[in-house]
C-alpha cells in the first residue's frame, strides 16, 4: 500500500482543521480585550439571571421538539419524492401513500395520548 494515496485525505483534513482553527487563533490575537463589569455579568433577555442555568425543562417541551423534528425531516423526504413522481411510477406512489399512513397514525396516537397539549 502506497502513502500517496492518503495525501488528499490528509491534506484535506489539514485544510479543515487550519479552516477552523486559524479565524479563532486570528480573532484571539487581534481582536480588542477590554474586558469590564458589564461585559462579564450575566445576561439573560435584558434581565438578571434570576435562576439557575441548569434548571430542568418539563419534559413535554422536549417531546414536542422531537414530534417537530420527526414531521419535520418526514415532509423534507417528500420533497425529492414529488420532484420524480412522474418517472417513479404507481408503486412509489402507493409506497409513499402508505408512509404517509403510517405518519398519519404516530400523529393521531400522539395527539389522543396528550403530548401535544401544552398548559
Known amino acids: 500500500m502506497n502513502l500517496e494515496q492518503y495525501l488528499p485525505v490528509i491534506l484535506f483534513l489539514l485544510v479543515g482543521v487550519a479552516v477552523g482553527i486559524i479565524p479563532q487563533v486570528i480573532g484571539y490575537v487581534l481582536g480588542p480585550n477590554r474586558p469590564d463589569a458589564a461585559k462579564n455579568s450575566p445576561y439573560e433577555c435584558g434581565f438578571e439571571a434570576f435562576e439557575d442555568a ?9 417531546l414536542v421538539a422531537i414530534l417537530f423534528i420527526l414531521f419535520d425531516l418526514e415532509i423534507a423526504f417528500l420533497f425529492p419524492w414529488a420532484a420524480v413522481l412522474q418517472e417513479l411510477g404507481a408503486t412509489a406512489f402507493w409506497a409513499v401513500v402508505v408512509f404517509l399512513g403510517i405518519l398519519v397514525v404516530g400523529f393521531v396516537y400522539e395527539w ?6 401544552w398548559e
Open 112 to 117: 389522543k395520548k396528550g403530548a401535544l397539549d
Open 54 to 62: 441548569r434548571m430542568k425543562f418539563d419534559v413535554r417541551y422536549y
